[in-house]
């Protein structure tokens, strides 16, 4: 049982909204799965992605992208790239399974104790990257993308750290709400503690600090980490998917 913000929770189920999990997206990728199952119908990962992007941006005009509606439905490590056309290619990444889980077994995420409205802050970033400036940010963002997808397909786990510092780095200079002097003080303490690097989740302002910390510095790690939470996570390989159909209903 892990404790946020004074509240118990028992799975990622009872993590916060507003934490950058991707949770509205993958409420909304899950329960098209499981409408589509009650009525008897099979879909693609692609099809339920394209679907939850459908309600959540055309519909509910929410400023957001694309990336989490297909990250829950695809699940596992990709490179997702977006074209203006609209149209979207998932591209596996498939490491060496040792080197997968050692990658797993790096990564730590601790909790900031605050939540946040994501859509305050991609509407200010949305207006950011009209400036020249800030719209060569981003495409230095999108290049370290690809950069990671090479490492990982070479087994390099350690410069997945390296590169994470960098694009945080480059996050905050898009805006000023995407971090604060809090989140700054926990990224910085954590790379005193032995991280290579790490980024904020989600949009910015609040949520959870990944971390990527190898194995033998993460007995000190903890112990100056210490005051803060830590959620204990790994990766998932399918996405979204039904796990049980029966008389009463269904499982997602």
């Given at each position: 049982?892990?404790?946020?913000?004074?509240?118990?929770?028992?799975?990622?189920?009872?993590?916060?909204?507003?934490?950058?999990?991707?949770?509205?997206?993958?409420?909304?990728?899950?329960?098209?799965?499981?409408?589509?199952?009650?009525?008897?119908?099979?879909?693609?990962?692609?099809?339920?992605?394209?679907?939850?992007?459908?309600?959540?941006?055309?519909?509910?005009?929410?400023?957001?992208?694309?990336?989490?509606?297909?990250?829950?439905?695809?699940?596992?490590?990709?490179?997702?790239?977006?074209?203006?056309?609209?149209?979207?290619?998932?591209?596996?990444?498939?490491?060496?399974?040792?080197?997968?889980?050692?990658?797993?077994?790096?990564?730590?995420?601790?909790?900031?104790?605050?939540?946040?409205?994501?859509?305050?802050?991609?509407?200010?970033?949305?207006?950011?990257?009209?400036?020249?400036?800030?719209?060569?940010?981003?495409?230095?963002?999108?290049?370290?993308?690809?950069?990671?997808?090479?490492?990982?397909?070479?087994?390099?786990?350690?410069?997945?750290?390296?590169?994470?510092?960098?694009?945080?780095?480059?996050?905050?200079?898009?805006?000023?709400?995407?971090?604060?002097?809090?989140?700054?003080?926990?990224?910085?303490?954590?790379?005193?503690?032995?991280?290579?690097?790490?980024?904020?989740?989600?949009?910015?302002?609040?949520?959870?600090?990944?971390?990527?910390?190898?194995?033998?510095?993460?007995?000190?790690?903890?112990?100056?980490?210490?005051?803060?939470?830590?959620?204990?996570?790994?990766?998932?390989?399918?996405?979204?998917?039904?796990?049980?159909?029966?008389?009463?209903?269904y499982g997602i």
């Amino acid at each position: 049982m892990y404790n946020l913000n004074g509240v118990d929770i028992n799975s990622i189920a009872d993590v916060p909204s507003g934490t950058g999990l991707g949770s509205s997206s993958s409420f909304s990728v899950g329960l098209l799965n499981v409408i589509n199952a009650y009525n008897n119908k099979s879909i693609s990962s692609e099809a339920l992605a394209r679907m939850a992007c459908n309600i959540e941006i055309d519909l509910l005009k929410s400023p957001i992208g694309k990336q989490d509606q297909y990250a829950a439905s695809h699940g596992g490590l990709n490179l997702i790239t977006f074209y203006p056309d609209e149209s979207v290619n998932v591209h596996k990444i498939i490491m060496d399974p040792h080197k997968k889980q050692e990658l797993d077994d790096n990564l730590i995420m601790i909790y900031t104790g605050n939540v946040r409205s994501a859509n305050t802050i991609l509407e200010q970033q949305n207006i950011a990257i009209e400036e020249k400036d800030k719209f060569n940010v981003q495409k230095k963002m999108v290049r370290l993308a690809f950069d990671l997808k090479d490492s990982l397909e070479n087994n390099d786990i350690d410069n997945f750290g390296r590169i994470l510092h960098e694009g945080w780095l480059l996050k905050k200079s898009m805006i000023k709400c995407i971090s604060n002097s809090m989140i700054d003080e926990i990224y910085n303490q954590g790379i005193m503690a032995g991280a290579l690097g790490g980024k904020l989740l989600g949009a910015g302002g609040g949520g959870f600090v990944l971390f990527y910390c190898p194995k033998e510095k993460q007995a000190n790690f903890r112990k100056l980490m210490q005051d803060y939470t830590e959620l204990k996570f790994g990766f998932d390989n399918f996405g979204s998917k039904i796990i049980y159909i029966g008389d009463n209903g269904y499982g997602i």
